[in-house]
């Protein structure tokens, strides 16, 4: 018993801990996942201000489009191209959403796409139930482990398999750089009515389980509510309201039916902020080779597809 606690707290700082036991859920390894839902109820002993409330929207934002762009669209599925620099830097940022590791993310998202809605599917809502497919599976032993056969390109860079074993890191790191920006302008800046506690509080905390939840729909809402406009193999929807949520994500049966485009809103009306954000990146020069849904892909919907409900 001991050496399962000790075993799992090691895989707080270091995923290459090997598990030990048996059970599918571990407790104490979840331990991290439950805390950081638990300190938004601190956000009544901490107060709240316009400042920390800014603070929570941006890193929402940016962590979202860090997750979207880049761990999805880019290390998942190649939808564009850019410098092994800013590759890193977007990594980063996405290991700071702490949904773990991009190798560790992006590598169970193809296995998602070669398995969807099959047996093999991880988090298939269809075949393991919504609050699995919402939660579950990320907290499961057979999970914890990335499968870098599906990443050769990407496994071979030093700097993302070190994000991926100390993944707790940046997330660590951004609190303390939370705490002390506020600690620092509850004494040199009262004016905006902040403390190190609330910035926590709201720029970790609350936004982190907001991104959480955003994204985890994903793999749940979408696959149970919304419209198929394509045959797609699988369950997935386009959810408009999961769009908004997630700068795009929810256009999600348009991104079964041709996932290697850097776009999921194929049509003018279906907003994908993710997209507009790499197309401004790719006019800075920043990111190129913007992989374009093809028109005959886009148009390709049958009578059974036709934008049928859920």
Known sequence: ??????????????????????????????????????????????????????VAAALYALRMFAITAFYHRYFSHQAFRTSRRVQFVFAVVGAAAAQRGPLWWASHHRHHHVHADEPEDSHSALQHGFVWSHVGWFMARENFAARPGRLPAFARYPELRFL??????????????????GALAERHAPGLGTSGPQLLVWGFCISTVLLYHATFSINSVAHRWGRRRYPTRDASRNNAWLALLTFGEG???????????ARQGFYWWEIDVTYAGLAL??????????????????DAVDGRGSEAGA
């Open 1 to 54: 018993m001991i050496e399962r606690l000790c075993a799992s707290v090691r895989a707080w700082f270091d995923t290459e801990t090997g598990a030990v036991g048996t059970a599918r859920i571990d407790p104490a390894r979840q331990l991290p996942f439950v805390v950081i839902h638990a300190g938004c109820l601190a956000a009544g002993w901490v107060g709240t201000s316009a400042t920390a409330m800014i």
């Open 164 to 181: 991926d074993r100390w993944d707790a890191l940046v997330p660590a790191l951004l609190c303390v750089a939370l705490y002390g920006a």
């Open 251 to 261: 256009w999600h049966n348009n991104h079964h039916h041709y996932p290697a485009s």
């Open 281 to 298: 990146l790719a006019r800075l020069g920043i990111v190129h080779d913007l992989k374009p849904v093809p028109r005959a892909v886009r």
